[in-house]
């Protein structure tokens, strides 16, 4: 297939709801740089340009390469989680990131895509007979701890459970037994209960700050002005924007500068407050057809590994956006888990546009095309 050919069986469709998502993104970094280019709007588009032409340079290579590449980007996302331990930069009370000079690289983001590749890599190796053999399920159950246990560590355990999620979804998605997730539902069940009951103890599991953020989700009032001003101040810009919000730069909380972490993980609510439960359902929308669209392209490629990692990358997007907007909305504990291709942030934008030039290449070549 030359390229012309390839160009034509891009997604089409998937690329302009991606740029689309991505100007809804660059209007609330504008807006919430009060009217100005720097210090974020300008960076966001630059980066994105760049990722959005990396996207068409990944569809043109055969899904075959990214196959061999497979191992070797979770031993290499492992080097670099294990490597932020010696080197790595501190930042809000955790070490997260790698200075790699052109860009800070928050590894634990960038596993993400690693953990799925090698995945699917894994079940499109083995035989599907072998799927939900005890030793053939134990070895992905070990490939997702190992990492989840070192990010956790740093500490991030809102990554590490996303890194988890996403690992099982594989596994599910792969064919393994019913079984073996009822009972590891029981088991989380059972750990939730030995992480409250450690509170306070000598053999306490969780940092105090963990359950800081669990006292404030379930009842943030108890501390207004401390652990639960952040999302205090994003219920307040929710329900201030009504159904057609206050207007564009006309938001209160995020201009006066009340709601906190406004342009990276707070960015949704200064889009409810400025244009309303309508502007919500907006991105809502297209945030849902970028999903639709994943998925009848995972249906429509013949490889399994094209298969499942275009399946769990779509489950990593939907993770991202989900837990963003449950978090700022008070459904869920705060964690630093951006919205994507609209938050600012160099690693997250990175690793999402990857995961869309991966899932364009399996695309391109789902009939099994060189």
């Known amino acids: 297939m030359n390229i012309f050919f390839k160009i034509l069986n891009i997604n089409w469709p998937l690329q302009i709801l991606i740029l689309t998502t991505a100007f809804f993104g660059f209007l609330m970094l504008y807006s919430v740089s009060g009217g100005n280019w720097d210090p974020w709007t300008t960076p966001q588009i630059k980066r994105f340009t760049a990722a959005f032409f990396l996207i068409f340079f990944m569809a043109m290579i055969n ?15 492992i080097a670099l989680i294990i490597g932020v331990y010696f080197y790595g930069d501190t930042g809000m009370g955790a070490k997260r990131w790698l200075d790699l000079k052109f860009v800070k690289l928050q590894p634990s983001e960038a596993f993400k895509v690693s953990i799925v590749m090698f995945l699917a890599y894994y079940y499109d190796k083995l035989d599907p007979k072998y799927v939900s053999h005890p030793l053939y399920v134990s070895i992905p159950v070990i490939l997702i701890l190992i990492p989840s246990f070192l990010v956790f560590k ?12 996403i690992g099982i979804s594989i596994m599910f998605l792969a064919g393994v037994h019913l079984g073996y997730f009822f009972v ?13 009951q450690s509170r306070g103890t000598s053999w306490q599991i969780l940092k105090n700050y963990h359950y800081k953020r669990i006292d404030t989700f379930l009842n943030p009032s108890l501390d207004p002005l401390g ?12 329900g201030s924007g009504g159904l057609l919000g206050k207007g564009y730069m006309q938001g209160s909380q995020s201009q006066l500068n009340f709601l906190p972490e406004k342009h990276t993980d707070f960015i949704f609510t200064t889009l409810a407050e400025e244009f309303g439960f309508m502007g919500t359902i907006a991105l809502l929308a297209i945030y849902t057809l970028i999903i639709l669209f994943c998925i009848l392209s995972a249906l429509s490629i013949k490889d399994r590994f094209g298969k499942l990692l275009t399946s769990g990358l779509c489950v990593t997007f939907f993770s991202y956006f989900s837990i963003n907007i449950g978090m700022v909305m008070g459904l869920l504990p705060v964690v630093g888990i951006p919205l994507p291709l609209i938050s600012y942030g160099g690693s997250s934008m990175i690793v999402v546009m990857i995961s869309f030039g991966l899932m364009q290449s399996a695309h391109v070549h789902r009939k099994g095309d060189p």
Do not use: N, R
């Open 184 to 196: 590891a539902g029981l088991s989380s069940i059972g750990l939730i209960l030995l992480l409250f």
């Open 154 to 165: 740093q500490p991030d355990l809102g990554t590490a459970l996303v890194i988890v999620i």
């Open 227 to 238: 652990s639960g001003y952040h999302i205090t101040q994003s219920k307040i810009a929710l």
């Open 63 to 77: 899904i075959s390469f990214w196959k061999k590449m497979s191992p070797y980007a979770y031993i290499l996302g």
